[in-house]
């Protein structure tokens, strides 16, 4: 390989390696992953959960902080999602943004 084709080959391997970086307000791509498997895991549980109406409730995850959000009966129901978010393993943080109907 000649001096030219390695500069080149460090190039594209460096441009890679930013395109996958995290920045404030976007996530890299294992966070992405990360996050998406925390909002499974969150929902999952929402759904067992005989307490919390899971279909009425959103999930969002962003760098590991949780955001719940929708409309419940009851404060028990909404405080009992954000408890079963926290729960979840890799969980920052919670959002609590559920209102009561």
């Known amino acids: 390989m000649n001096q030219i084709s390695k500069i080149a080959a460090s190039l594209i391997v ?3 390696l930013v395109g996958c970086a995290a920045t404030a307000k976007q ?3 294992g966070e992405y992953f990360d ?3 925390i909002t499974t895991k969150v929902k999952a ?3 067992k959960d005989p307490t919390v109406s899971g279909l009425a409730v959103n ?3 962003f760098k590991g902080t949780v955001q719940v959000s929708g409309f419940v009966k009851t ?3 909404r405080a009992r999602a954000a408890e079963l978010a926290r729960t979840v393993p ?3 943080q919670v ?3 559920i209102l009561i109907r």
């Open 90 to 92: 890799g969980v920052k």
């Open 95 to 97: 959002k609590n943004d």
């Open 35 to 37: 996050d998406t498997t």
């Open 45 to 47: 549980a929402l759904l």
């Open 59 to 61: 999930v969002e995850t």
């Open 27 to 29: 996530e890299s791509s």
């Open 14 to 16: 460096g441009l890679t």
């Open 75 to 77: 404060a028990v129901e």
